[in-house]
């Protein structure tokens, strides 16, 4: 069974930074053959990509906003993947979601076949 769990959520002030993990489970193939993408939905929103690594980490892609301040990586020995968050703001306020084997770069959600249950990052001073 196919199961993702996202971490490393929490409380921020402005200008802080946090790492989120999500860490993927039930996978008869390496997390590596897999793009996978993070997501993120503020109250009221839609369900928006902001970043995803593509197969073979050939390649990464990160939404307009989020550009120069995060950074996604991956480590497949421990079937893990990272979204390194720097310079956090309030419009960054969302709950984050990891997805696994959709289309990188410019990940929507319909792509994505495997999500985890989400973890809420808050910015606020």
């Known amino acids: 069974q196919v199961q993702l769990v996202e971490s490393g959520g929490g409380l921020v002030q402005p200008g802080g930074s946090l790492r989120l993990s999500c860490v993927a489970s039930?996978?008869?193939?390496?997390?590596?053959?897999?793009?996978i993408g993070w997501f993120r939905q503020a109250p009221g929103r839609e369900r928006e990509g902001v970043s995803c690594?593509?197969?073979?980490?050939?390649?990464?892609y990160y939404t307009d906003s989020v550009k120069g301040r995060f950074s996604i990586s991956r480590d497949n020995a421990k079937n893990t993947v990272y979204l390194e968050m720097n310079n956090l703001k309030p419009e960054d306020t969302a709950v984050y979601y990891c997805?696994?084997?959709?289309?990188?770069?410019?990940?929507?959600?319909?792509?994505?076949?495997?999500w985890g249950r989400g973890t809420q990052v808050t910015v606020s001073s």
């Open positions: 997805a696994v084997n959709g289309l990188c770069p410019r990940p929507k959600v319909y792509q994505y076949d495997y």
């Open positions: 039930g996978f008869t193939q390496s997390l590596r053959v897999y793009a």
């Open positions: 690594i593509s197969p073979g980490d050939e390649g990464t």
